[in-house]
């Protein structure tokens, strides 16, 4: 059974969204997740932010994710952060990066990649 409320949407089973138009220069939005995780509780937060520039030759997007578990052995937290970004000089030629770090591991990844015809 969904509930409809003007802004957020919420549902019973645990899911709560804010957005901000995909065509507009700037995008963010967040949801929020939460319900039984094994034999306890978690809270997900999930939260981004968009921009592109006037003529779309540069993108950049902000990922954020954080983990809240609670469980009978104990608590935890962990955290995805990620950057996204791309560089068209025309819709042929395009370098895109994407940057993520891992709080839970302290894990950081890159990549750079370059898409031309």
């Given amino acids: 059974m969904w509930w409809l409320l003007p802004a957020p949407t919420t549902s019973l089973a645990g899911d ?3 957005r901000r138009g995909p ?3 700037v ?3 967040s949801t929020t997740w939460f319900g039984t995780f094994f034999d306890g509780h978690l809270t997900q937060w999930q939260d981004y932010v968009k921009w592109t520039s006037a003529k779309g030759k540069v993108q950049l997007d902000f990922e954020f994710e954080n983990n809240f578990g609670h469980l009978p052995q104990g608590n935890f ?3 995805l952060w990620s950057v996204q970004g791309a560089y068209a000089w025309n819709p042929n030629l395009v370098l895109s990066s994407f940057i993520q770090y891992d709080t839970d591991h302290k894990i950081s ?3 750079l990649g370059f898409a031309g015809l």
Avoid: D
Wanted: proline residues 7%; without cysteine; positive net charge.
């Fill in 109 to 111: 990844a890159q990549t």
């Fill in 77 to 79: 937290v962990q955290r």
């Fill in 27 to 29: 995008q963010f939005g």
């Fill in 16 to 18: 709560s969204k804010h």
């Fill in 23 to 25: 065509h507009r220069p």
